[in-house]
């Protein structure tokens, strides 16, 4: 379900941009592309140090949009790509998803992860 493209976008520099809906409105947060991890499973992990806020959001509506691209990576219209994923996301604490995060990234106290619904490229 992950395309090519957007695997070649993970082994580049670039930001992540994550956004939830709670109670008091929408929520923005960001990553690093290279700080996602895809499970076997196909979800996307990522390492969260703070993201209460996102968090709490989460516990309302799991549902959550991400962007992410690259400059360095060819696209629809020559250079620079990009995506929007649309899934549903939860926190971890424990097992392997958590588990796996923690070894790459010791400060983590929780593993945000993501089923993806939808994968579009949008540039």
């Given at each position: 379900?992950?395309?090519?493209?957007?695997?070649?976008?993970?082994?580049?520099?670039?930001?992540?941009?994550?956004a939830?809906?709670?109670?008091?409105?929408?929520?923005?947060?960001?990553?690093?592309?290279?700080?996602i991890?895809?499970?076997?499973?196909?979800?996307?992990?990522?390492?969260?140090?703070?993201?209460?806020?996102?968090?709490?959001?989460?516990?309302?509506?799991?549902?959550?949009?991400?962007?992410?691209?690259?400059?360095?990576?060819?696209?629809?219209?020559g250079?620079?790509?990009?995506?929007?994923?649309?899934?549903?996301?939860?926190?971890?604490?424990?097992?392997?998803?958590?588990?796996?995060?923690?070894?790459?990234?010791?400060?983590?106290?929780?593993?945000?992860?993501?089923?993806?619904?939808?994968?579009?490229?949008?540039?």
């Amino acid at each position: 379900m992950v395309p090519e493209k957007l695997l070649e976008i993970l082994k580049k520099d670039g930001v992540v941009a994550m956004a939830t809906l709670g109670k008091d409105g929408p929520h923005m947060v960001n990553t690093w592309n290279s700080y996602i991890q895809i499970s076997p499973e196909g979800r996307f992990l990522i390492p969260a140090g703070y993201m209460h806020k996102t968090e709490e959001n989460i516990r309302h509506n799991p549902e959550v949009l991400i962007t992410l691209g690259s400059s360095k990576v060819e696209g629809l219209h020559g250079a620079g790509a990009g995506f929007l994923i649309k899934g549903k996301a939860a926190f971890v604490t424990s097992g392997p998803d958590y588990d796996v995060m923690k070894k790459r990234f010791s400060w983590l106290r929780a593993t945000l992860s993501v089923t993806i619904d939808s994968v579009t490229q949008t540039w």
